[in-house]
């Protein structure tokens, strides 16, 4: 059974760096063939892709979120993480982290086979 584990603070300041890890058991996040993601959903809205990061390492993020968004791994620790910068109460959202085989996911829950059970990140001052 993999298991997803999301952690980090659930309040960030404006203008802040967003950080958060996912701890994954059950699985390695170097098992070839599959993504691992960051996803979220803020308050009454679809799911949003945020990046993925694959077997290899290779990292690919969403067009929107490009430019503040960097998704690492810990192999050692069997960890993901995420870090996005500068951010404003737009990013105030319930954080995933899940497992699929595309590389980039859609925005609906059966394009991921796993998932965490979220953490809510608020952004405000």
């Known amino acids: 059974q993999v298991q997803l584990q999301e952690s980090g603070p659930g309040l960030v300041k404006p203008s802040q760096t967003l950080s958060l890890t996912c701890a994954v058991s059950g699985d390695s996040v170097t098992t070839t063939y599959y993504f691992w993601y960051w996803i979220r959903q803020p308050p009454g809205q679809r799911l949003e892709w945020i990046g993925s990061?694959?077997?290899?390492?290779?990292?690919n993020y969403s067009p929107s979120l490009k430019s503040r968004t960097s998704i690492s791994r810990d192999t050692s620790k069997n960890q993901i993480s995420l870090q996005l910068s500068s951010v404003t109460p737009e990013d105030t959202a319930v954080y995933y982290c899940a497992r699929g085989r595309k590389e980039v996911p859609g925005t609906t829950w059966d394009e991921y086979d796993y998932w965490g059970h979220g953490t809510q990140v608020t952004v405000s001052s």
């Open positions: 990061i694959a077997a290899t390492g290779d990292t």
